[in-house]
C-alpha cells in the first residue's frame, strides 16, 4: 500500500522531531522531510521533484510564516493539502488561514488518535475540522441530504459572501447599508439555518458549497 507522504513545517525543533516521529509511527504515513519555515518549503520544492500529499504547517514562524507558505502553496502547487497545526485559536487566526488556501486546522494539544483521523479524512475528503470549528458541515450525510432544501435569501447570501471576507461584521453593515443590529439577525438567522455556531463555520460552508473561491 502506497503510504500517504506528509511534510512537516514548524520552527520548534523538538515538537517537530516528536511529530515525526508520532506520525512515523502512523501505518498509512510517511513523513517526507521537517522544515523550520516557509522558506525552507519553498527551497525544497525547489530542489526535490517528490511533491507531498500533505504540509502540516504551523503558523507563526521566522522568515517566512504560515500564512505566506500555504498562500505560496495555493499558488504554486494547489494539489497539496495544508493542515495547519498551530496553539493559537482565536476566530481571526482560523479565518486568515482558511482564506490562504488552508484545508484544515488544529490545535498542538490534540490527542493523537486526533492527528491521526484528521489526516486520514483530509486525504480522503479534502477537508478536515474538529467538532468545536465545523460541528456538521464538512463530510456529513445529513447535510449533504439536506443540501439542496437549504433556501437563502439574496440579502443572506450577500452577507454570507461578506462574511467570508476580512471586514467586521459593522463594515459588512456600512457596506450593505443595513444597521449592525439587522446584519447580527442575518448572522444569528444563518448560524440556525446551517447548523454552525460561529462566523468560521458560515465561511466553511460558502467553501464546501462554492459559494466563494478564497
Not at 513545517?9 to 516521529?21: E, I, M, R
Not at 471586514?167 to 446584519?183: G, H
Request: charged share 25%.
Amino acid at each position: 500500500m502506497k503510504k500517504i507522504d506528509i511534510i512537516i513545517v514548524d520552527d520548534h525543533l523538538l515538537f517537530s522531531q516528536a511529530l515525526n516521529g508520532l506520525i512515523s509511527n502512523f501505518e498509512e504515513f510517511n513523513v517526507q522531510a521537517v522544515l523550520a519555515n516557509g522558506k525552507e518549503l519553498v527551497t525544497y520544492f525547489s530542489i526535490e521533484n517528490k511533491y507531498p500529499d500533505i504540509v502540516l504547517m504551523d503558523i507563526q514562524m521566522p522568515i517566512m510564516n504560515g500564512f505566506e507558505a500555504t498562500q505560496w502553496l495555493k499558488t504554486n502547487q494547489p494539489q497539496i493539502k495544508v493542515l495547519a497545526l498551530s496553539m493559537e485559536c482565536e476566530e481571526e487566526t482560523i479565518l486568515k488561514m482558511l482564506r490562504v488556501g488552508a484545508k484544515g486546522y488544529l490545535l498542538k494539544d490534540i490527542h493523537p488518535s486526533v492527528l491521526e483521523h484528521a489526516l486520514k479524512e483530509l486525504h480522503t475528503t479534502g477537508f478536515y475540522y474538529t467538532e468545536n470549528v465545523a460541528n456538521t458541515l464538512l463530510n456529513s450525510t445529513n447535510h449533504k441530504k439536506n443540501q439542496n432544501n437549504i433556501f437563502f435569501k439574496e440579502k443572506e447570501l450577500e452577507f454570507l459572501k461578506l462574511a467570508c471576507t476580512e471586514m467586521t461584521y459593522r463594515q459588512i453593515a456600512e457596506v450593505m447599508f443595513l444597521s449592525p443590529k439587522t446584519i447580527e439577525n442575518y448572522r444569528e438567522a444563518l448560524f440556525v439555518k446551517l447548523n454552525v455556531k460561529s462566523r468560521i463555520g458560515l465561511v466553511l460552508f460558502a467553501i464546501k458549497e462554492k459559494i466563494v473561491t478564497l
